[in-house]
């Protein structure tokens, strides 16, 4: 298992590239599932889950290839037919997003047999809406030996109520009503941009999605999906990680290649605890930007509670945890989308901080010096807010269990290090 060996204390400077959204590049490759012609997909991420669903949709029949481009890799897929519309508690399990195969699944093969994803470290994560959506669209949904089955002979539009906002929840009925037969009305859908981008594939490969980005999202079925050319969108979550490293490190960075937009509630943060936030844009025709960030003479604490968006997003909250450990005062984190979405504060006590957790709220008392110490990455977040601790920490620390970083970050070792940072990545 590789480990991270950090020499913190090293302001950060230079340029770093974001890549492609691993969570919008997720249902995309699972779009291609409905058509049974080719979709080419752009600036996807080199990350591990991308590869985890590569071989989900091996398995099921799918052919893909993959070419390295300037920026990212381009993933094309061709799902001609099904060979097996099972996905494993093996992939699963690694995975929770392999979900996203089961409303594709339905719609185009009227079959498919997906493993419970169950526990995960961040809390328990159910898929019940999925599977309510489902069956109110017409699918027949059982439980065998820990996997859904789900069967349809043809779904039909429906309205459907989200009782709790879910981003692969809204994702997944989008896909399976994208060729249900009449209108299907998804209420309280998660407005996150990578709904949006989805909803921007499924109508370049002939869906009539309106109104993905807010909460009600209205889809005329139809009854085939051609294929499509796509460019994934910014990773607003591994952007915001960099702007926090240049903060917390006292150092400069230049963003390239973001979506500010996707970013406002995160920059409106950082803006008021104190970093100085410059925009500049780099290319109109993919709305992407430069966003230098620079720490401030000194970090102000403040309060966070993580929403849906447009709200802050959770996967940003373990890193701001990390850069309230150097600002003066106390803040109070309240989580409200996981339920146990703290494992990073005790690690990051380990190395000197002063977090108090109870439920669903943390306070952080800072500014305390944070010392490079041995410590352990939990889930992805956490581990991007520990890498952000050993930057700014005294001293060496060891990060264990990074496969769990590299699930979602593309080369975050590489790229820190090219802006100043000195990370050794360990095999054993
Ligand atoms: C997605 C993101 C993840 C992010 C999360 C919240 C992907 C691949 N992952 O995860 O990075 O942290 O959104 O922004 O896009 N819930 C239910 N029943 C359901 C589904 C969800 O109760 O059927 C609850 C969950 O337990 C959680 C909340 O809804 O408390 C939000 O979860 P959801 O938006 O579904 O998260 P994911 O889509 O799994």
């Given amino acids: ?33 409905l058509t049974q012609e080719r979709v080419v997909l752009h600036n996807v991420p080199r990350v591990r889950d991308i590869s985890t669903l590569r071989s989900l949709l091996e398995d099921l029949g799918v052919d893909s290839s993959v070419t390295h481009e300037a920026h990212g890799n381009r993933i094309e897929i061709e799902a001609r037919q099904l060979l097996n519309p ?21 719609a185009r093969f009227g079959q498919a047999r997906v493993s419970l994803p169950g526990g995960c470290a961040i809390g328990v994560r159910p898929v019940n809406l999925h599977l309510k959506g489902l069956e109110k669209l017409g699918a027949t949904i059982n439980f065998d030996h820990g996997y859904v089955d789900a ?24 896909m399976a009503a994208a060729l249900a037969e009449g209108v299907t009305v998804l209420e309280n859908a998660a407005r996150e941009p990578e709904v949006q981008d989805l909803a921007d594939l499924l109508n370049k490969m002939g869906a009539q999605i309106d109104g993905a980005g807010t909460d009600k999202i209205c889809i005329r079925g139809v009854s085939r999906l051609h294929g499509a050319e796509h460019t994934i969108i910014p990773d607003r979550i591994e952007a915001g990680t960099f702007l926090i490293a240049a903060a917390i490190t ?12 996707h970013l406002a509630a995160v920059l409106a943060k950082l ?29 102000r604490s403040l309060n966070l509670t993580t929403q849906e968006y447009p709200g802050f997003p959770t ?41 108090n957790v109870n439920g669903r ?25 520990l890498v952000l601790a050993g930057l700014a920490a005294e001293g060496e620390t060891i990060i264990d ?23 050794a990545r360990v095999s054993e």
């Fill in 1 to 33: 298992m590789d480990k991270f060996k950090i020499t913190g204390g090293r302001p950060l400077s230079g340029r770093v590239i974001v890549s492609g959204a691993k969570n919008a590049a997720l249902p995309a490759l699972t779009a291609a599932l």
């Fill in 86 to 106: 099972v996905a494993p508690y093996e992939l699963v399990k690694q995975m929770r997003a392999s979900i996203l195969v089961l409303g594709p699944l339905v």
């Fill in 151 to 174: 069967k349809a002979s043809g779904l039909r539009g429906t309205e459907f109520y989200f009782d709790t906002v879910s981003v692969t929840g809204t994702e997944n009925l989008m």
């Fill in 250 to 261: 006292g150092g400069e960075l230049a963003v390239e290649r973001c979506n500010p937009q």
């Fill in 271 to 299: 803006d008021e605890v104190g970093v100085q936030l410059v925009r500049k844009a780099d290319n109109a025709a993919n709305r992407t930007a430069t966003l230098t960030a620079k720490a401030g003479n000194k970090l």
């Fill in 315 to 355: 996967d940003m909250q373990a890193q701001y945890m990390t850069l309230m450990t150097q600002a003066e005062g106390s803040s109070v984190i309240t989580e409200t989308i996981f339920e146990n979405r703290f494992m990073h504060a005790q690690e990051l006590a380990r190395m000197g901080a002063e977090i």
């Fill in 361 to 385: 709220r943390a306070v952080v008392r800072g500014k305390t010096l944070l010392s490079g110490a041995k410590i352990q990455a939990s889930d992805l977040r956490a581990s991007a807010s």
């Fill in 401 to 423: 269990r990074v496969y769990h970083i590299d699930r979602g970050y593309e080369r975050i070792e590489e790229k820190l290090n090219q802006v100043g940072a000195k990370i």
